[in-house]
DNA sequence: CCCAAATCAGTAATGATTACTATTTTATTA
DNA sequence: TAATAAAATAGTAATCATTACTGATTTGGG
């Protein structure tokens, strides 16, 4: 394990106790009841490094906030328009990695996103 | 064809006539070498119609501007986090439509993007 | 031709993110 | 351990892509 910040560890510790895709806004309000005082600065910084480590993902919906994910195996993101969530699909492989490598193109981190209508909005919408 | 404002119209022919993934800016610098006094929100209100209709693709590679693509078939975004460049690799069909189905999710638009380091970047740094 | 709905240009407001600075914490070296 | 350098932080101010708003203009159906 690697000598993380107090707060570092912190942010870490709630991407990795939430199956959800949080802002950075959500995130801090967790981390405030740890710590306090914890600046929403602070949250960005140690996001920005966590994913370029690669600890975590960065996901962006298009919806004008950024989504983190502390599970950085390999899946597919499937992201409701209507009621905005976003659910998770493990991939056994990923698919696209090989074809990056095949095209001289070297993989870190891959983003898939499926943007529709989940099953319980397309029900409630009968 | 569809009847198409003389605005839309010429926001969807800039980006049918390039192959880049521009900012709503850049789109709007070159509509208005036609429509010289055409509005910025104009050209973001009609970029998200064209993607809610399908016309277009809205692709967000985490560098706090929206990148819009007139290609709406599907294909694979290999994006090089150090020259910013956003390469398309054409996909035969999309493996991941199909599994989004199997889970009761009814597919819209597929943004898949894959961050790494390109060819030419990798060269440079030796 | 007339009217209602849609779209527009121009501008102001929003809000997520970043930049900045002085302070605190951590690591290093002797 | 003490001194010092380097890294991280809290708090706040600034940025800037995007959205909201408003009054004018265009469009399309009857």
Redesign the interface.
């Known amino acids: 394990m690697k000598n993380y910040s107090r707060q570092r560890e912190a942010i870490l510790n709630v991407l990795r106790s939430t199956d959800t895709h949080p802002t950075a806004g959500w995130i801090y309000e967790r981390v405030r009841e740890q710590i306090p005082n914890i600046s929403l600065g602070t949250v960005y910084r140690n996001l920005t490094a966590l994913s370029q480590s690669g600890d975590i993902l ?1 996901i ?3 919806d004008g906030q ?1 989504h983190y994910d502390g599970d950085n195996s390999s899946h ?1 993101h ?1 992201r ?2 209507c009621c905005t969530k976003i ?1 998770d ?1 493990a991939l056994s492989l990923d ?3 090989r ?2 490598l095949e ?17 319980k909005c ?1 029900q409630n919408k009968i």
């Open positions: 960065s962006n919906v298009g950024e597919l499937l409701c328009k659910s699909i698919p696209f990695a074809l990056a095209n001289g193109f070297k993989p870190e981190a891959s983003v898939y996103v499926v943007h529709g209508i989940c099953e397309i």
